[in-house]
């Protein structure tokens, strides 16, 4: 299952047209704490490039939680990775099923959704992350001007104690950068 088949199925469930690369990968796992963490969730991991960078940081008896929202995806998703709890439903009810996290890492695709899910679904991650907890998203770079990726960008500041922003990751499809922030204890 690819993730390029997926958007053309339907492309305001799945964000992006290409997988995204290794490099954004490990731009994202850097210096989240994911190797001291005891409980990760992933949101949105498509086919699993950020799963398998993920997989390679965790310690020995940490767990890894992805909410998926296709079925196709999740489905493949927990045959290639048979150590993850996979789910297959949305990050808007993400405290159902994780009642806290050390480290949240989110695929979704904020520059999509309208205010009002973009809202839900920062509540249910700042619901689950516990004090010090670190959360990391990314934004491709031209949809960054967009009024919605904007608003998320300032959501972000107005929640978390922490916000920061990678450099470009140009070696990615369309080139991206990572959103970082962290609950302050």
Request: glycine content about 10%; charged content about 20%; proline content about 7%.
């Amino acid at each position: 299952m690819t993730i390029t088949r997926e958007f053309l199925r339907n492309p305001g469930r799945t964000g992006a047209i290409a997988a995204s690369s290794r490099r954004l990968a490990a731009a994202m796992v850097a210096g989240i704490g994911a190797e001291c963490a005891g409980r990760v969730v992933e949101l949105g991991p498509g086919t699993g490039v950020f799963t398998e960078a993920l997989l390679a940081r965790l310690r020995p008896g940490a767990r890894l939680t992805a909410i998926e929202v296709n079925p196709r995806l999740a489905g493949g998703l927990a045959r290639r990775h048979p150590g993850v709890e996979v789910i297959t439903g949305s990050a808007e009810h993400l405290a159902e099923h994780v009642p806290a996290a050390d480290v949240v890492v989110s695929g979704l695709p904020w520059a999509l959704f309208p205010r009002e899910r973009q809202e839900r679904i920062l509540d249910q991650i700042g619901e689950v992350l516990a004090p010090g907890g670190r959360f990391a998203t990314f934004a491709y770079l031209h949809a960054a001007w967009l009024p919605a990726a904007r608003r998320f960008e300032a959501a972000l500041a107005r929640r978390f104690g922490f916000v920061g922003r990678s450099r470009v990751v140009w070696g990615n499809l369309p080139p991206a950068f990572v959103h970082r922030a962290a609950v302050t204890p």
